[in-house]
Every structure is written in C-alpha cells, then in structure tokens.
C-alpha cells in the first residue's frame, strides 16, 4: 500500500474515531438531562439496562425483536386527577436480525415510552390510535375496531376495545375533539397500566414533559362518571 492509501486509511480511521466520541458525548449529554428531569419530577433514576421487567410484558412494543431491554429507566409517581399514579418512564431497545442467505444483519431499535399505573379498578382493555400508525402492533390486540358518530375522527383514530360500551363513555364528544387536537399520539391501557409511545423514536426531557402533560389532560378528560364507575 502506498503513502496515498495509508493515509485514506487513517483519515477513514480518525472519522470514525471521530463520530464514535460524538455520539458518546452526546448520549452522556442526554443521559444528564434525563438524570435532571427525573430529578425534578422526583422520581429515581436508573441509566443501566434492564431486562426481563414484569411490567413490558402486557404490551406489545416491548415484545418485538430479541435482545430487549430497557435503560434511562426513571420511576416512581405522577400526579393526574387529583391522585398518585405509578410511573415508570425511560428508553427501550431491541435487536431485529435478519438473513439474506449470504450474510447476516442485526439491527438495533430505539423508542421512548411512559407507562402510568392507573389507581382505578376493573378498567377493560382499550388502544386509540391515529389511523395507519403501527397497524400490525395495534392489531395484535385482535379487537374489532369501534366507529363513532364522528366521521372525521373515525376516518383519523382506530379504537379497539373488548369492552364497547367502555371505549364509547371514555371517548365521548369532549374527548374526541381533545384527540382531533393531538392527533399523533396513541394510547394502550391494558391490564390497569396506560402506554403511550410513538414508535421508533427516543425523546428528549421536554418531550417527557410533554407526554406527561398530555397523559394528566387525557385523563381529565375522562368523564366523571367512568372516573366514579371505576375508583
């Protein structure tokens, strides 16, 4: 190899030596600004990797790929309709492998969610989506989609729900005009905990801050009596 290849081969080697101290200082960046908000919510904060918690199980983003776990894990309580609701929040990760035949290629997935324990008993399952958004995890929940009188937020929200009568008080006309307001976002609740989470993204602190003013205002929206109904 001459002069002019060992070069490139070390200005190769410096660039990539280069990208990988970027992306370092960056996620030790995000990790502190994460390690502050919780602090400031007054939840703990956890950035090692968890694998196998009881509490991804019920939901289907958590059971994609191999190799899942989650990090930037902050947990404890967030305040919403004048109670205390179990909150667990932070990154999750997972590895999709595929094969061609020749090679053999692993890639890594990145999303952020916040899970809130409801304090409210006997609540049926329930998913509100927009329309076309993460159609075959949506689907697995294997309900029937419900239509409401509203065309417009039928034609942009899928809802399922075992239990319809459920979906139709939770999702009255105040709520519907709250989610037309909002229309990117999705909820799961199931088994008494509320997912929110928007796919492969990871978020920032003011993103969290964000999804929990969102999750406090969805559920003030929830009318009084399925509130009443349900404590």
Known sequence: MGV????????????????AMFAAKK???????????????????????????????GFAPFQQGHSRCALNTMDGVVECIGRPFGALMGDFEYKVTSHNGKTTTTTTH???YLMLRVPLRDLPDLAIRPEGFFDKIAGAIGFDDIDFESA???RKFLVKSADKRFAYDVVDPRMMEFL??????????AGGS???????????????????????AFFEHWPEHVVKEHS
């Open 4 to 19: 002019g290849g060992i070069l490139i081969v070390l200005l190769v080697v410096a660039a990539v030596a280069g990208l």
């Open 27 to 57: 996620e030790r960046e995000r990790r502190e600004e994460l390690r502050l908000l919780a602090a400031d919510l007054g939840l703990s904060f956890d950035p090692a990797r968890r694998r196998g918690e009881e509490q991804y199980r």
């Open 110 to 112: 990145h999303f952020s």
């Open 152 to 154: 417009e937020f039928s």
């Open 180 to 189: 037309l307001a909002n229309p990117r976002r999705q909820v799961q609740l």
């Open 194 to 216: 509320l997912l929110l989470w928007d796919g492969a993204r990871r978020w920032s602190g003011a993103d969290f801050r964000d999804r929990i003013a969102f999750v406090r």
